[in-house]
């Protein structure tokens, strides 16, 4: 088939199923409020055109993939690149056992289940690879005990990607297996997890006693590692919320030019060190904004770019560089908060919020021993509990 | 500009085969203890390939090339730390005629400084040293058929081997450019922390000079030249320190402690983690710079404020760092961390300093609201 053929059927399709002009809401946890047109996504073979015809695709190749996207971006439908895009379902395609697999996909990719992840736990945070959440064989399930945390969208879950210990007595990364676990059932309890902003955007989920068929196992006993780097792989594209916004409502300055007009709003534009700073911090924004494109004309040339690695921490420096100075700006009104002060409560969530980037998703730390190691091929971190049987690494 | 992307490749190629060849470390450091403080032999092949007369026009010359190509070509110098009057000569001087429009003095000047054959450098600041209209501290007065000039210009670029001066003073009239004779000027050589610079204080007590003809107000032209050289820094900067990091990273690889490669220890990989988000960045904003200038693009003097502040603190940092990160070796003599340190401060102040630039960007930021 030819792009041309492929651009028209794709357009004939979105014609006949999509009214112009509809808004989707989109996708959140899984569950999809357009599953019904996603259906006939699936039924198309648009959801993910590059995966084989005997696996909901049509086996096209990336670029005709992108073609597809391009019209589905353009007509404001949701449902295309699922192939790129869906966490669950790639996750699922690739590592479930055949009857699950052929259950499952296709309600992830027409967003029917709600979805959570099961992964970091108060012991074993940047050191995933240490959960101590257990699953025991019993009969044809697994009984899993132990507690997740940073968990979103639990509450509402149809399942969640869990990865926890179902061997002991080998090293860390080798007796982990994944499971997708039933999430509405008497053995989980689910809490919302007060974060320092006020706010609760993610849970704690305690788990005792909960079962879940051997058949929800991805891969096999012992393969949970494996499974999981398939999955963190995709994970980027669920966590395109990282920084927010302030939390005021009031949209405030936009552009280059919002900090100066904050500053000017605060009657500080006029503080030679006050302009030092807005120089300093619109200058870390500009320089992350050319450095993405430059990565991306890299890419683009078909050569790999360092500078893909260096996004969050340049983003860290952003957000927390930029509520210092909002609270420079404001100066005792940021011992203020309320709704009567809608300034100070905008630099002081940004404070706080600032930790969601520098921390979420792996702290800066951590990623400075992946751009050292991976980027830079500097020497690996020593791992002092990397051959030992797991039941005898030090916790705490 | 004429130069396709293949063609300005093969130049670049070409442009490092010659660093590499003739402007090693020991070359670097056998140059900048002579007095001249260059190598002539070298400079006539920067002459030969074109880089002398990179952004000088075809007519007189030239290469025809702008402020992107100018850019990538100081990348490599500023890698090799190479010394020369390519800065004072073929960016000050061949910018400043350039953008003046007096066709007379470019046609008769331009020849020589693209072909190398002579080397020309701009006193334009005076001794409070900001490079800014306000500093220039020669004036100009009529005498018979020409001009005299009396004042003080300081911190000028290789004036001790310059054959033109162009020098930027105050006449009755308004501020001018005048062509100088090099001889005739009170030099007082400086000695300079960057042993790879040449930098002089002049005095002129009633020097003859000849004023050159403005299609644009003097200060226009001026600016219009340190614009160039402010990206032909930044280009620099981007190239020396993305040299200084990689030097870093391999000897992070390769000295060991405690047994262990250091850049295994988080100390060292965390810094060097740091350390690439500031060189990437540097590249990225003298690039952007040069881009933006070669369009002449509304926001140019914006992104070329960024460039001056943000690769002339990475470079700073960066060399800094390197120092720490090498530990005792790199606090001797006979390791080149501290040739780059030393490139690196003296850049980070002409022409101009981090805080200014600062200042004039949140001024451009506040013009474009």
Redesign the interface.
Known sequence: MTDDELIAETRAFLAANWAPGRKSSGEAYGRHPDSDFLQRVLDAGFAVPTWPRESWGRGLSAAQGKLIEREFAAAGAPGAGQDRSNLWANTAAAHAQPDFRSHIVPLLLTGRVGMCLLYSEPGAGSDLAGVRTRADRDGDDYVINGQKVWTSGAADADYGMLICRTDWDVPKHKGLSFFFLPMQQPGIDVRPLRQITDEAHFNEVFITDARVPAANMLGKPGDGWRVLMTALAYERSVMGDAARGPRSGKAGPK???AL??LAREAGM?ED?VV??E???V??YK???R??N??AKADMAQGNSS??MS?GK??MS?ILHSEAALRTRLLGPQSMLEGPQHPCAEDANFLTLNAYFTSIGGGTD?I???I???R????????ELDRELPFREVKAG | MAIGADEMQAFLDGWQRLLAARCAEADVRRVMETPEGFDRALWGEIAALGITGLIVAPEHGGVGGGATELERVMEAAGAALLPSPLLSSGVLAAGLLGALGDAEAAARLLPGIADGSRIATVALTGPRARWIEDDVAVTAAPAGNGWQLDGAAAFVTHAEVADLLLVVARAPDGLGVFEVDPAAVATNALPAFDRTLRMADLTFAGTPATRLAGAIPAWEAVEAALDLARVAIAGEQAGGTRRVFEMTVDYAKARHQFGRAIGGFQAIKHMAADLLLESESCTSAARHAAERLAAGAEDAPQAIALAAFACADAFVHTTAQAIQMHGGIAFTWAHPAHLYLRRARADAQLFGTSDAYRERFVQALEQAR
């Open positions: 552009g280059d030019a100066v007009e534009l030679p302009r030092q807005i120089a300093r619109t200058a500009i320089l992350n050319l450095n494109a430059r360092p500078i260096l921490l340049a420096r730390q990623q400075r021993n751009i050292g190691e980027v830079l091929g500097l020497p690996k971190e020593p």
